[in-house]
């Protein structure tokens, strides 16, 4: 029986046997919205996007990790998973190529758009994907209590200054591995990588995707060497090749290392509270350390976007454009910690003393770029997994920094090619 | 007690060890998830790991209960709205998986064993393979059929997928309960006078009852601890389980691991419950008495 | 058991087909709707490129599976989950029986024993992967703990960098949560050995260890057969803890989680279901060994 004969009978199976719908049209216009835990806006604010619009919001939430499974799930499925949905960054190419994602050109302002910088990493092809909600970028995060100890007396401003600190600090006795990196096989392994490879002033792949990486002079190889040579010198904890990057965050917390060096910028809020943290009179942010002088680091950001199959794509970007007004993103951060993606509101939010280390946190917002600058690739979450797996092997010996650059490339040729 | 020392198959010292082992096995790491439900946040983060909490809170288990509390300068709301909902869903679709499971099981394995129809043996071993199915496998296309019954977030879409993943092995355990169970009394009761289906509810299924209520048992522990299934098919509170709100403690830059293992041993008691309460349908003195 | 069906029959015997036929009809439908349908449907897509990423959804008759048969990453999956399986039949069957032998001699508190055995089936998995985690820490975990306070160990130790270690720590958190399952179908099995058979096995003179070989091991060999069966086919479908504890690693990276990194992360998704297919296929020819093998020599007894 043919694939198509059979699903058509399928479906008609289906269709015998469907129940009276009890999902009718309902009197007031809802709008379901599948995001994360953090996503979960308070009642106060949804009630207010009803008043404003006449629309009634159903959030929907779902655990980081689940809520990718669920999209794809509904997706191949050919059903809109909810009317608008979370989108990461690091999607964006797999979901852009599938056409799952209506764009938002046209649907949202173009002021809106450009006080986003973000929204850039959005863009699939030219056409905006999802608009961000949520800002993440990477910083070194550090804890001033230990640098002092070891009389050192100011952050690291390049990645050698930082090799040099963790030993001084180490010699010092004030840590016994200053340096927190994950190292196990997951994601948070891979972004940290790509961050050391901007710090040496390197890229992952040129304007055609070839590797840049592979080289000795390269920043991706001096960032793998980085954390082979960390790791040896007893600077990065042995026991990081089974830890993921929020384990590490525990760490910090627990005042047992001195840098995050892949911290998150939204960790600031959390490492400074003494409800959570040990540290929280110690912790500083500083700029990412670089070999150039000039700073760098990539933007992770999360955005909202609309499924093609959805309906109603109207009031889905009616709530997509309310969530980035300015009063909305302040009252986003104070009710749930998500750094606002506007600059504005960055810069508001400092000035009103309200941002904690907001001054480094605003110097480095102004140094995110992408780390694909033509879009993130639909290849992206294969050879991202592939780098995680491969610098768990180095990290575990298994594996020489040499053959690691080697095995990357060939990774990244397979996922290209097919 | 007579009796113990005659049936014993280890001597007493060999017995009590054996059942410090297992409760050590069983339950030392549980014990973790108790200690870290009561400790404070900030002592979860310390450099030295506490084996017992150096302060003991009650503030997770107060969130789940209805407290709100204070972090990061800002209220934190009480989960007890969606920590009850969940908790009810979990309750719901698992009890009405078993009941579902364990009739059509305790009907159908019957058949399988004493009635003789066409097609008996290759239906009863396509079902029972069924159970080599990884949930990847049928997901999506059952998402597509369960969108078009209109049975997505719905107890009974939830129930039906639960009693086919779970149906297999309890028809399987009935099925040799059955065979185990002499046919002379079933024989004794149609010279009698008395029809099939009287025989089987009123003679057969007391005799079963230690294989049904196994059946029981492993159908609702395996409806308890299900993930993947719920995450797909039970997308809002209406029906979601414990099992998938639990992981939703975990905030952008937070993992709240105390409110996590709380919410883990309140999820241990219905269950934990509910084996106490049918261990006495397990044990034999039941089958003893309906055989005298 | 067939063979012992009496001659004594019934007057509504030509009912009996049609009673059977109505008590396995809800059976036939629930499976074959929420289980066979889509079942088909999967086997008949692992036959095409279903790629949401490229346009069209090709026949490619078999090709998916011929390029499973080169992928390297499939072929280490492979050896993974064969070590699973292994370790976690054989712990769990032996572990599993114990329990029931030892649930089914205690007479006092044994509702609490039994409840004791269960919990760990009940701790959601996200609290389970927490308390784990916790346990294998290399700088805090209590494994290194306990091994250093007694002496077997001098330095704390990171159980994952050794790929045999790993393998073996995960399986160790397997069957602590599936342990419970294959105690409980021994249990109900061992209840239902008659009393009366252990006394006559006495009476002739027989041993604790002979007893158990001659009368037990025949008598429950059903329940046996179930719970290994299903050890087999959780084994094989282990996902959770080695995502957990080793994610994406290929050190640890089980056969489910190399169908959920094809299907779910890299959006092949008729490649990731031919997997899960084969899969499949692999836990039912090792179950059905067990099982030909238990039921040949019940029936020889």
Redesign the interface.
């Known amino acids: 029986?043919k694939?198509r004969t059979?699903?058509s009978i399928?479906?008609a199976?289906?269709?015998a046997?469907?129940?009276p719908?009890?999902?009718g049209a309902s009197a007031a216009e809802t709008l379901t919205v599948?995001l994360?835990?953090?996503g979960t806006i308070?009642k106060e604010m949804t009630d207010r996007f009803t008043t404003d619009t006449g629309i009634t919001l159903?959030i929907?939430?779902?655990?980081?990790?689940?809520i990718?499974?669920?999209i794809?799930?509904?997706?191949?499925?050919?059903?809109p998973?909810?009317q608008a949905t979370e989108v990461d960054w690091s999607w964006v190419g797999?979901f852009g190529?599938?056409g799952?994602y209506e764009p938002l050109d046209g649907k949202i302002a173009a002021e809106t758009v450009a006080d986003i910088p973000t929204a850039e990493i959005f863009k699939y092809e030219g056409k905006l994907l999802a608009l961000p909600y949520?800002n993440d970028f990477r910083i070194l995060i550090y804890n001033k209590a230990h640098l002092e100890k070891a009389g050192i007396k100011e952050p690291p401003k390049t990645p050698q200054d930082l090799m040099d600190a963790a030993k001084a600090i180490k010699a010092a006795g004030v840590a016994q591995y200053p340096i927190g990196l994950p190292l196990?096989?997951?994601e948070g392994t891979a972004t940290a990588f790509y961050l050391l490879t901007m710090a040496f002033g390197g890229d992952l792949f040129d304007k055609d995707f070839n590797p840049l990486f592979t080289d000795k002079d390269s920043g991706g190889y001096k960032a793998l060497q980085f954390e082979a040579e960390a790791l040896k010198a007893g600077l990065i904890?042995?026991?990081a090749?089974?830890l993921?990057d929020?384990?590490v965050q525990?760490l910090f917390?627990?005042?047992?290392i001195s840098f995050d060096v892949a911290g998150?910028a939204?960790?600031l809020?959390?490492y400074s509270?003494?409800?959570?943290?040990?540290v929280a009179k110690d912790v500083a942010a500083a700029l990412m350390p670089s070999t150039t002088g000039k700073s760098r680091t990539f933007g992770l950001p999360e955005a909202v976007g609309i499924p093609a199959p959805a309906e109603n794509h109207e009031a889905a970007a009616k709530f997509i454009e309310w969530i980035a007004k300015p009063e909305n993103e302040i009252a986003i951060y104070?009710?749930?910690?998500?750094l606002p993606p506007r600059v504005s509101v960055l810069e508001q939010l400092n000035k009103e003393g309200k941002l904690f280390a907001g001054d480094a946190l605003l110097a480095q917002a102004k140094t995110v770029e992408p780390l694909f600058k033509q879009g993130t690739p639909?290849?992206y979450?294969?050879f991202s997994?592939a780098v995680?797996?491969t610098i768990?092997?180095v990290a575990?010996?298994q594996l020489s920094v040499d053959d690691a650059v080697a095995q990357l490339a060939e990774r990244a040729k397979e996922?290209q090619s097919? | 007690m007579g009796t113990r020392a005659r049936n014993s198959l280890l001597p007493t010292f060999g017995k009590a060890l054996a059942v410090v082992l297992l409760l050590v096995w069983s339950l030392g790491p549980i014990y973790w998830a108790l200690a870290t439900s009561f400790t404070?946040?900030?002592d979860?983060?310390?450099?030295v790991p506490h084996f017992f909490p150096p302060e003991v809170t009650t503030e997770h288990y107060a969130r789940l209960f209805g407290g709100s509390s204070?972090?990061?300068g800002?209220t934190v709301?009480s989960v007890w709205p969606e920590f009850s909902a969940a908790l009810l869903n979990s309750l719901l679709t698992s009890l009405a998986a078993t009941i579902l499971t364990v009739a059509v099981a305790a009907f159908g394995a019957y058949a399988f064993v004493r009635l003789r129809f066409p097609g008996r043996d290759i239906l009863f071993i396509l079902v029972v393979a069924t159970m080599a199915i990884p949930a990847y496998t049928v997901?999506?296309?059952l998402?597509?059929?369960m969108?078009?019954?209109?049975?997505i977030d719905t107890y009974v879409g939830i129930t039906l997928i639960y009693v086919s993943a779970f149906l297999p092995l309890a028809l399987w355990l009935m099925r040799t309960v059955y065979q185990t169970l002499p046919i002379s009394l079933e024989e004794a009761a149609w010279l009698d006078g008395a029809g099939r289906i009287y025989t089987l509810v009123r003679i057969v299924l007391p005799l079963a009852a230690p294989g049904l209520i196994a059946a029981a048992i492993l159908t609702f522990l395996n409806a308890w601890g299900q993930f993947?299934v719920p995450?797909?098919f039970s997308?809002?509170l209406a029906t979601k389980p414990l099992t998938?709100l639990i992981?939703?403690?975990?905030?952008?830059?937070?993992?709240d691991y105390g409110l996590m293992n709380a919410a883990g041993i309140l999820a241990i008691i219905p269950p934990v419950l509910l084996v106490i309460f049918l261990n006495r349908y397990l044990v034999s003195g039941l089958m003893a008495g309906a055989q005298k | 058991m067939a063979q012992t069906r009496s001659v004594v029959r019934p007057a509504f015997i030509r009912g009996e087909a049609l009673l059977g036929l109505a008590f396995v009809l809800p059976i036939v439908v629930i499976m074959g709707s929420l289980v066979f349908?889509p079942l088909?449907?999967t086997v008949?897509?692992s036959?095409?490129r279903?790629d949401?990423?490229?346009a069209g959804q090709p026949?490619i008759g078999v090709k998916n599976y011929v390029d499973l048969a080169g992928d390297q990453n499939v072929r280490i999956s492979w050896g993974n989950t064969l070590a699973y399986v292994v370790m976690a039949v054989v712990l769990e069957t032996l572990g599993g029986l114990g329990a029931a032998l030892l649930l089914n001699k205690v007479q006092r508190g044994r509702q609490w024993l039994l409840a004791a055995m269960v919990v760990p089936w009940c701790l959601p998995p996200?609290v389970n992967a927490i308390v784990w985690?916790w346990i294998?820490?290399?700088?805090y975990g209590l494994l290194n703990n306990v091994l250093m306070s007694l002496g077997l160990l001098d330095a704390?130790k990171?159980?994952?960098?050794d790929r045999g270690t790993g393998l073996f720590l995960i399986t160790l958190v397997h069957v602590w949560r599936m342990m419970p399952l294959t105690g409980i179908i021994l249990l109900a099995a061992l209840q239902s050995v008659p009393r009366e058979l252990y006394e006559a096995a006495k009476l002739d003179g027989a041993g604790s260890v002979k007893a158990f070989r001659l009368v037990t091991l025949p008598l429950i060999s059903g329940g046996l057969a179930i719970a290994m069966s299903q050890s087999t086919v959780f084994a094989f479908n282990l996902f959770d803890e080695a995502w957990i504890?080793?994610?994406?690693?290929?050190?640890s990276r089980s056969i489910i989680v190399q169908v959920y990194?094809s299907?779910?992360?890299?959006?092949?998704?008729s490649y990731g279901m031919a997997l899960s297919l084969l899969a499949m296929l692999a836990s039912l020819i090792v179950s059905m060994i067990y099982v030909l093998r238990v039921y040949r020599e019940t029936r020889m007894d």
Request: a positive charge.
């Open positions: 029986m694939r059979f699903l399928l479906a199976a289906q269709a046997f469907m129940l719908s009890l999902s599948l994360p835990p953090w308070p159903n929907q939430t779902m655990g980081w990790d689940e990718r499974t669920k794809v799930t509904s997706m191949v499925a050919q059903t998973p909810a797999q190529a599938a799952w949520n196990s096989a997951t904890d042995p026991a090749t089974g993921k929020v384990e525990q917390k627990s005042g047992s998150w939204g960790n809020a959390v509270d003494a409800g959570k943290s040990q104070n009710s749930l910690g998500d639909a290849w979450p294969e997994s995680a797996s768990n092997q575990k010996g996922a097919r | 404070t946040p900030a979860l983060v310390s450099k204070v972090s990061q800002n709301q997901m999506i296309p998402y597509r059929l969108i078009s019954l209109g049975m993947i995450l797909v997308p809002t998938v992981p939703e403690f975990v905030t952008r830059n937070y993992v | 349908l088909v449907t008949l897509d036959f095409y279903i949401p990423m490229r026949f996200v985690l294998y820490n290399p700088s704390p990171v159980w994952f960098n504890m080793g994610g994406s690693s290929l050190d990194l299907a779910f992360q890299n959006l092949r998704f």
